[in-house]
């Protein structure tokens, strides 16, 4: 809820200000306990802050003034429940509504643990249901023409900027990086052409672990680093934006796009798509599931084996479109 005379944008800039100053006191320290005890990203945590304040700023609504710590602990599920019934009707999906729930049950226990008083109503309350999905790959094809900067070449942008998306596109199918992953490789990270053949990435909870890369990979990567117009420091961001800042991850996805739009592929051609991609081929071409967990960075091989049942059932449309007796 935005006051009176703000956007939702600055709102979102200052998400506990809709809160009493002892709430909005404690989640400015849940965040920072978040930061430094679980080595949550900088991207992660403005979306945690962003849900946890989406929450407070509905109580200030619901209740009808900022909500204290005491007012906090004396939640009842109604309102959990009137908050997610809020939600929904502005057409916010069951995975968001997950999310968020998630972030205030994080704020929650923050508060217990500090011995700050105990919101049982959170707990109490069933998240949503989520319809699982299967991840959507890329054919193989469409995979391997998505770094090539030649399918953009009509449109008026610097050759190093499409050598840049190339660069990136590339090492998030090549080597199944996160975008966050690629945009974090700083400039000494990369070694000179012909000197290595991997790369060290940071991935979520600031652990590191090290993944192949192509040759043809690496050449882009170079391609972009010898057309880019800024100096590229050992400790700065490898991946610049236009003006020389820090690439955002909003500029991937809309080359993504442009790249969607040329290769005639569906929403689902996402830049995290590429990662799945990576994961799904690999597993087609006989790859170990134990392996493609470690290179995708995966705590548990629960989350890698979804790419088994995705491999199922390409091979399962492969069957039923070619064998005979499939199209009696």
């Known amino acids: 809820m935005a006051r009176k005379g703000e956007t939702k944008t600055e709102a979102a800039n200052a998400p506990f200000d809709m809160a009493a100053k002892d709430v909005a006191r404690e989640a400015e320290r849940w965040l920072a306990h978040l930061e430094s005890e679980r080595h949550l990203s900088?991207?992660?945590?403005?979306v945690y802050a962003r849900d946890a304040g989406a929450f407070l700023h509905f109580l200030a609504e619901h209740l009808g003034g900022r909500p204290s710590l005491k007012e906090f602990s004396n939640l009842a599920p109604a309102d959990v429940r009137a908050f997610l019934?809020?939600?929904?009707?502005?057409?916010?999906?069951?995975?968001?509504?997950?999310?968020?729930?998630?972030?205030?049950?994080?704020f929650a226990r923050f508060l217990e643990r500090e011995g700050k008083g105990k919101?049982?109503?959170?707990?109490?309350?069933?998240?949503?249901?989520i319809s699982k999905s299967l991840p959507k790959p890329l054919p193989v094809t469409a995979a391997r023409q998505i770094s090539d900067p030649g399918l953009r070449a009509g449109e008026e942008r610097a050759p190093w900027v499409l050598a840049r998306?190339?660069?990136?596109?590339?090492?998030?199918?090549?080597?199944?990086l996160r975008i966050s992953e690629a945009l974090s490789l700083t400039r000494g990270e990369i070694p000179a052409p012909g000197k290595g053949d991997s790369l060290t990435v940071t991935g979520k909870g600031r652990k590191t672990r090290m993944v192949p890369v192509l040759p043809q990979v690496f050449a882009l990567v170079h391609g972009y680093i010898k057309l880019c117009p800024f100096g590229l420091e050992a400790q700065a961001p490898l991946f610049r934006g236009e003006k020389g800042g820090p690439?955002?991850?909003r500029?991937?996805?809309?080359?993504?796009?442009?790249?969607?739009?040329?290769?005639?592929?569906?929403?689902t051609a996402t830049p995290?798509?590429?990662?799945?991609?990576f994961a799904t081929h690999l597993l087609a071409r006989g790859g170990d599931l134990r392996a493609i967990q470690e290179l995708l960075g995966h705590a548990s091989l629960a989350t890698?084996?979804?790419?088994?049942?995705?491999?199922?059932?390409h091979l399962m449309k492969a069957y039923k479109a070619a064998h005979p007796r499939a199209r009696i």
């Open 42 to 46: 900088p991207l992660t945590l403005e």
């Open 85 to 106: 019934a809020s939600r929904r009707a502005e057409g916010i999906e069951s995975r968001t509504l997950v999310r968020m729930l998630a972030a205030a049950r994080s």
């Open 119 to 129: 919101v049982a109503a959170l707990a109490a309350v069933r998240a949503p249901r």
């Open 165 to 176: 998306d190339a660069a990136v596109l590339a090492l998030l199918y090549g080597s199944g």
């Open 247 to 249: 690439l955002s991850p």
């Open 251 to 267: 500029i991937v996805q809309l080359a993504m796009e442009r790249m969607r739009g040329a290769l005639g592929l569906p929403d």
């Open 272 to 277: 995290h798509a590429l990662r799945h991609s």
């Open 304 to 313: 890698t084996q979804i790419y088994t049942a995705v491999d199922s059932s």
